[in-house]
């Protein structure tokens, strides 16, 4: 690996000669310095390596947008949560679609032994879930997902995310109160 012949220039000055010049070359250099932790989290995350890869062209095209429109002060941990949030909103997408084949499935998949209107009382109660798992929040969410769905330990969710063990523990037993607690209102039980 080559040498940055920039090394001697902080992110700060890269990120003034930027504001100043508005030139992409700055960012440029800017980038090259943190791809290799972009890359380290999309793995975090997304733990797949390709998907990290791309994650890494989405997240330096947002980040140039949103450069050009607002004034960073700390460039390291500004591009860090950008990138965080771009993982944890493509494990929400990931999450989604996953759903979304599961109500296909058994929306086309024969009920033996079950009688059509039990099918479709099923069929509702889990789009009733879905809307009332986005009612809950962002933390309960990331954490049920991840739990329920993904069958992530909670060691594993709090790699995953910011939470403490204990705070896991917590958006997983509240959020599960919570969810039944909208539901049981939904279904009027």
């Not at 003034?16 to 980038?31: E, K, M």
């Not at 109500?103 to 009733?128: F, G, I, T, W």
Request: contains cysteine; glycine residues 2%.
């Amino acid at each position: 690996m080559s040498k940055d012949p920039n090394v001697h220039i902080s992110d700060q000055e890269l990120l003034d000669s930027f504001y100043r010049d508005r030139d992409n070359y700055w960012l440029g250099i800017l980038f090259q310095r943190y791809t290799l932790l972009l890359l380290g989290i999309g793995m975090k995350y997304l733990k797949n390596e390709e998907e990290a890869k791309d994650s890494v062209q989405q997240i330096f095209l947002k980040a140039i947008t949103e450069l050009h429109k607002y004034k960073v002060e700390y460039f390291k941990s500004w591009l860090y949560m950008v990138a965080k949030n771009h993982c944890l909103m493509k494990l929400r997408d990931r999450q989604h679609m996953v759903t979304t084949e599961i109500k296909e499935q058994m929306a086309v998949a024969p009920a033996e032994d079950h009688s059509l209107s039990l099918h479709l009382e099923k069929n509702r109660q889990l789009e009733l879930m879905n809307e009332s798992l986005k009612e809950l929040s962002r933390e309960q969410q990331v954490c049920l997902t991840l739990f329920y769905l993904e069958k992530k330990s909670y060691q594993q969710i709090t790699e995953l995310t910011t939470f403490s063990l204990l705070q896991v523990k917590s958006y997983i037993q509240n959020g599960k109160r919570n969810l039944k607690l909208l539901l049981e209102k939904k279904l009027g039980q």
